[in-house]
Structure formats: structure tokens, C-alpha cells
């Protein structure tokens, strides 16, 4: 069963670095997501990619982050420079039409931990 | 704004039925979803309902009441296995995100 695939499974960095979490949603689908999920509390949406542009955006998803899909398969979540508070699990999901019928499909996540 | 509730924490033996509630209040509304979480790991999907009633899937089933703004989840024949977070989400448009409640976490006893 198609699945989708998130890298790396867990992520350190020190304040203030950059990283990249990477996803490859499942082939067929058309929209994409990034939500977070810091430990003990709510998966919250981050963006929504559509088209090959964002389509959605909540307030958490400031001039600090920034989406890319920079080839037919990956989607990727980079954060330019870290904060404490940047620690979390980061989940990318897809989905295939825009019927509500469709569910989204959610990655493993990559664990972040900022240092 | 956008409002869902759910019990923080629920326990239930092996074997046995639990039911986990779900409170909505959203600027529109296209569809509940229950997501099932262990930790550590990624939500998946459970159950879908748009219109009002029982959508029933093996062990598990889900209740919408559109005009309440509830649904509930129910588990049937508990396992250990079923121990994880049980997560209710609201969709409030067609191709909006998904808006998460914070999940309730279901501990099944021997």
C-alpha cells in the first residue's frame, strides 16, 4: 500500500541553524500538508501546498519557514533559522482530491530537537 | 474561531466498549474526522463522516450530529492494542486543513 515517507526520522540542531525535512507524498495525490505536533499537544497545521504554490497558511508558519517542491516527488519544510520552540514532530500529510471523501494520508514525522 | 473538545484521558478494560466524545464549534463544516495515534507515531485515519448518523467499520464506528455539533467514536471489543490517542478533526471547507482536537488518550486495562 502506498505510503508516504519522511526524512529523517529524528533531527538535532543547534538554535539558529537551518534544516530541511523532507517528505514524498503519495504518488498520485495532489495536496499537500505539513502540520506540527509539539510533545503533549494538538497536530496543528502548518501550510498547505496546491499547484505548486501555498495554498493555506496558519500564523505558526512565519517568514521562517518556507515550502518547496523541487522535483515530481519530494515536498520539503525548511526552517531558515531555529528556535527552541521550533522542537517538535513535524508531519507531512497528502491527499488526493479536493472531495472531502478524501482523507489525508500522514508520514511517520521527523522528530525535530532543537539544541 | 474554531473550537473541538475532547476528554482528556479515558480508561476502559479489555473486552469492553468505550465511547470518546467529540464537541465541535466551526465557521463552517465539511466533514469530522478520527485520526488514531500511538505514540510517537503518525495519526491514522479511522473514520469520516459528513452526514448525520452512524458510519460503522468493523470495530469501530463513528456518530455525527451536524445540528448538535458531536460526534463520538465508538470502540468495540477493546483491545491492548487499542491503547493510543484518539484524535477528532473538523474540516471546515473542501480543501481546508485539517483542525485538530487535543486528542484523548485511551488506556485499555486487562
Known amino acids: 500500500e502506498p505510503e508516504v515517507t519522511q526524512t529523517p526520522s529524528h533531527q538535532v540542531t543547534q538554535m539558529g541553524q537551518e534544516v530541511i525535512l523532507r517528505c514524498v507524498p503519495i504518488s498520485n495525490h495532489l495536496y499537500f500538508y505539513w502540520y506540527r505536533q509539539i510533545l503533549g499537544q494538538k497536530v496543528e497545521f502548518l501550510v498547505s501546498?496546491?499547484?505548486?504554490?501555498?495554498?493555506?497558511k496558519s500564523e505558526i508558519f512565519d517568514d521562517q519557514f518556507s515550502v518547496e517542491r523541487p522535483d515530481g516527488s519530494n515536498f520539503t519544510l525548511k526552517i531558515r533559522s531555529t528556535k527552541l520552540e521550533d522542537s517538535a514532530m513535524y508531519f507531512c500529510a497528502s491527499r488526493r482530491e479536493i472531495e472531502a471523501l478524501h482523507e489525508q494520508y500522514f508520514g511517520p514525522g521527523t522528530r525535530l530537537t532543537v539544541t | 474561531g474554531q473550537n473541538i473538545d475532547q476528554p482528556t484521558e479515558m480508561t476502559a478494560t479489555e473486552g469492553a466498549i468505550v465511547q470518546i466524545n467529540c464537541t465541535y464549534q466551526?465557521?463552517?463544516?465539511?466533514?469530522l474526522f478520527w485520526y488514531q495515534q500511538h505514540a510517537g507515531e503518525a495519526p491514522t485515519f479511522l473514520s469520516y463522516?459528513?452526514?448525520?448518523g452512524l458510519e460503522e467499520k468493523g470495530r469501530f464506528s463513528s456518530f455525527l450530529s451536524r445540528s448538535k455539533g458531536y460526534s463520538y467514536l465508538l470502540l468495540k471489543e477493546l483491545q491492548m492494542k487499542d491503547s493510543a490517542s484518539y484524535l477528532c478533526?473538523?474540516?471546515?471547507?473542501?480543501?481546508?486543513?485539517?483542525?485538530f482536537g487535543k486528542g484523548t488518550r485511551l488506556s485499555v486495562i486487562a
Open positions: 478533526a473538523v474540516r471546515h471547507s473542501g480543501n481546508t486543513p485539517l483542525v
Open positions: 466551526t465557521s463552517g463544516f465539511n466533514g
Open positions: 501546498f496546491y499547484n505548486n504554490e501555498i495554498s493555506e
Open positions: 463522516n459528513v452526514l448525520d
